[in-house]
């Protein structure tokens, strides 16, 4: 039974998405027939087969493996931080993917900024979900859900700025922890400005699927995204989504989807929140782009995926 060490930045109980990529991962390898550990760092252990995610900051971890065991398989997966920000400029995840056996992307547009060595040995494998509750906005007012933790990779607040472009009576649920003080007096502020918005801090998982099923959509605004798995989370729950015009998400979602702003256009976000409340046809043509994706996030189709590259990565090592 082959041994795989799994490698996060994102330390036991962080409810990040580098953590909950690693649990998911571990589950399905298990179901797979392997042994699987995962660990912050690599712990010197032998295993047959080492997964890092993130090429940055488990650099250290990847040198030291292959330090130690040359001949044995290696799988580096790219996060939104290593393809838009680290790789221009650092070395270290740069040799993380000249090391790999294998490289894994969250996203089919991740793909188009590999360079062509890396690009050969690339796959995409797609974060998946499998809520059981299903899309039931409420009847009474409208909702927009934003969820993830309030950083600056986020542009967590692009969508209290676009109520200021909006006269109607909705609702704006900010979910997810401040993860600085400037962001909780900010969020604070907001609330303070507007009474249409309101930030509820960090939820448990299960809490945060709820709001995005209890929306009538959800909107990410991020500057930089691996492959959002909130967009997987809505796509199965059923709930349209209004995207940043980014490479993350137009990898997730598609060129052609119809819910796409300009990155930091409060302005036109709120356009198309109107255009959502106001147009049934509108909304329905994004719950259709999305349904049409939705098979992409399926468990069963990651599991696939996540299964394929493991087993290229032992065979060309074998």
């Known amino acids: 039974m082959p041994r795989i060490s799994i490698v996060t930045p994102a330390r036991a109980g962080a409810r990040n998405g580098n953590r909950h990529t690693a649990q998911r991962w571990a589950a399905f390898a298990r179901s797979l027939g392997y042994r699987v550990a995962v660990m912050v ?95 039931a906005p409420p009847k009474s007012r409208f909702r927009v859900a934003v969820v993830g933790h309030l950083r600056e990779e986020k542009d967590p607040f692009r969508t209290a700025l676009a109520l200021s472009h909006l006269k109607r009576d909705l609702e704006v649920v900010q979910v997810g922890a401040a993860l600085s003080p400037p962001m909780t007096k900010a969020a604070k502020q907001f609330m303070q400005r507007d009474r249409r918005y309101r930030w509820l801090g960090g939820r448990t998982h299960a809490q945060a699927l709820g709001w995005i099923a209890r929306s009538h959509l959800l909107v990410v605004s991020s500057v930089m995204e691996g492959g959002a798995n909130v967009i997987s989370e809505a796509a199965r729950i059923g709930t349209p989504v209004l995207a940043s015009r980014v490479s993350g998400n137009l990898g997730m979602l598609g060129r052609g989807y119809p819910g796409y702003f300009p990155l930091h256009d409060e302005r036109e976000l709120g356009r198309l929140i109107e255009k959502s409340i106001r147009s049934r046809t509108f909304l329905r043509s994004l719950k259709k782009a999305l349904a049409a994706r939705r098979r992409l996030f399926a468990p069963s189709a990651e599991r696939v995926a996540l299964a394929a590259v493991l087993r290229e990565a032992l065979e060309r090592r074998a």
């Open 41 to 135: 760092q690599w712990d010197g252990k032998p295993c047959d087969l080492l997964l890092a995610l993130h090429a940055r900051r488990s650099h250290a971890s990847v040198l030291e493996y292959r330090k130690h065991y040359p001949d044995s398989p290696l799988v580096v997966t790219l996060t939104g931080t290593d393809l838009y920000r680290d790789l221009p400029a650092s070395r270290e995840a740069r040799a993380s993917l000249r090391l790999a056996d294998r490289v894994s992307v969250l996203q089919e547009d991740a793909l188009r900024l590999l360079d062509p060595n890396t690009r050969k040995k690339a796959r995409t494998v797609y974060q998946s979900a499998n809520p059981l509750i299903h899309h």
